[in-house]
């Protein structure tokens, strides 16, 4: 009976979401709703619920708050740079949309966090003429390296819980993820295809073997740089060829004087990284600080000027916000959701249920429980805290080495992450025109189905 509970919050969500009877908000109001008898259940003795509501749902406020502010700052950034022939959109190549998804987008998100990358890549999709959910699918796999986005604070948390080196668990995470980039390349492909852009052999050929690069520098660098970096760097090094491959400046001056509002985002989040001890506010000691060198708040002292440059810059500034109303929205129940389902320890009590189920062979839960743990929370930091002792006591239990299981852990709760009704619902909400989860999913299951794979067979082949 308090499995059946447990499940029902997730399992009526997904339900609703993929009967398309249900919106995402109304949808996640339910699951909601089903949530309190089943955190009831699963709280430990001595907590009550009427003491644990308020002070997760005031953490939920404040982990959302932290994504507003780089949701808002965001849409502000591509109002200031939207070309004035924006109603002419580029044409949509093969090598455009490649660079606008994976590299730029990774790039964004290994500086940023918070699925901004996912953002950007959308907006520069729909300046082309995509949209909906082909869109969508596309711009999720700007999050395919979550575990090294925004300097990579999930995986940092994960490590810290186990008592293992940050940068261990990154290093085997890092195995997957650079198997995983060219397993990408089919599934990018025909989703160009879905968009009514079909990708020559040629074309097809270069974005395999950029993809094979990236995932050799996620996996190489892990030897000469600090994990932290490493997304940063990489996708870096790969974002420069496929730029200069989609759109070869014919007159450099031009090129970097359009490339420059993007040169001064990147230089000033990075240079707002490397100050350390900033002001901050930190009401929850567990949970992230908000200091002044946030994401966020940079994303607007960047934006704000360059917007105020425009024409008609109280109408764009507006209209950016009006377009964030809906995707705020749907952000801050979703978090509050998997607030409630992970401190309240209906998360674990699944995961431990399950891996009670399988017993001998429960080695092949760990990248299922991973990927369900970042799906559901919606953050690799969420998924890592929700997850990652029950992982590592499961690990124990099978005599696996130390780093292995929770690097696989961090791997696809990361993966997970970049796919979840949190992240995916907002990205539909920012593409509008009725574009519903279930349809993003439709696209986007072949990589779930290899995140698993190659989670199980990391286990497998180190174990």
């Known amino acids: ?33 089903l949530a309190l008898p089943a955190i009831a259940v699963s709280l430990p003795e001595g907590v009550a619920l009427t003491t644990f509501l308020p002070a997760e749902t005031l953490r939920a406020l404040w982990l959302a708050l ?57 907006a520069a999709l729909r300046a082309m003429g995509i949209g909906g959910a082909v869109a969508v699918a596309m711009s999720v796999q700007a999050l395919v390296l979550v575990p090294w986005g925004g300097l990579g604070p999930g995986t940092l948390l994960g490590a810290t819980m186990t008592g293992l080196p940050p940068h261990e668990v990154a290093r085997v995470s890092a195995i997957p993820t650079a198997l995983w980039m060219p397993c990408l390349a089919p599934l990018l492909w025909a989703l160009q295809a879905r968009a009514g852009v079909v990708v020559p052999a040629r074309e097809k050929a270069m974005q395999a073997l950029m ?101 008609r810059p109280v109408s764009a500034f507006a209209g950016a916000l009006r377009r964030s109303g809906r995707p705020i929205a749907v952000l801050l129940l979703y978090v509050l959701l998997g607030r409630w389902l992970a401190g309240g320890g209906v998360a674990a009590g699944l995961a431990e249920a399950m891996a009670a189920a399988a017993g001998g062979t429960a080695m092949f ?15 690799n930091v969420g998924g890592n805290a929700a997850l990652m002792p029950v992982q590592q006591a499961l690990g124990a239990t099978l005599g696996l080495p130390p780093l292995l299981v929770p690097g696989v852990q961090n ?36 990589s779930m189905l290899m995140v698993l794979a190659l989670g199980t067979g990391t286990l497998w082949m180190l174990s």
Not at 219 to 229: Q, R, T, Y
Not at 233 to 256: K, N, S
């Open 1 to 33: 009976m308090i499995l059946l509970l447990q499940a029902a919050p997730l399992v009526t969500l997904l339900i609703l979401l993929a009967s398309g009877r249900a919106g995402p908000l109304p949808a996640c109001g339910v699951a909601l709703a």
């Open 411 to 446: 791997f696809a709760s990361g993966a997970g992450a970049g796919m979840s009704i949190a992240v995916v619902a907002m990205l539909c909400a920012i593409a509008g025109g009725g574009t519903r989860p279930t349809q993003v999913w439709r696209l986007v299951w072949p």
């Open 365 to 379: 839960l760990v990248a299922p429980l991973g990927l369900l743990a970042g799906f559901v929370t919606g953050s």
């Open 66 to 122: 932290q994504v507003v502010a780089i949701i808002t700052g965001g849409l502000l950034f591509q109002a200031a740079v939207a070309r004035d022939a924006d109603t002419a959109p580029r044409t949509p190549t093969p090598a455009r949309i490649f660079a606008a998804t994976l590299p730029l987008g990774c790039f964004l998100e290994s500086v940023t966090g918070f699925a901004i990358g996912g953002v950007f890549a959308l």
């Open 211 to 311: 993809l094979a690069v990236l995932g050799g520098l996620m996996l190489g660098l892990h030897w000469v740089l600090p994990f932290e970096v490493i997304g940063v760097v990489a996708t870096g090094i790969v974002l420069l060829w496929a730029l200069w491959r989609a759109d070869p400046p014919r007159e450099p001056v031009a090129a970097l004087r359009a490339a420059g509002p993007y040169l001064v985002l990147a230089a000033a989040l990075l240079a707002s990284r490397a100050i350390p001890g900033a002001p901050a506010w930190q009401p929850f000691a567990e949970l992230p600080a908000f200091p002044l060198t946030h994401v966020g708040l940079v994303l607007w002292a960047v934006a704000l000027p360059l917007l105020a440059l425009r024409p």
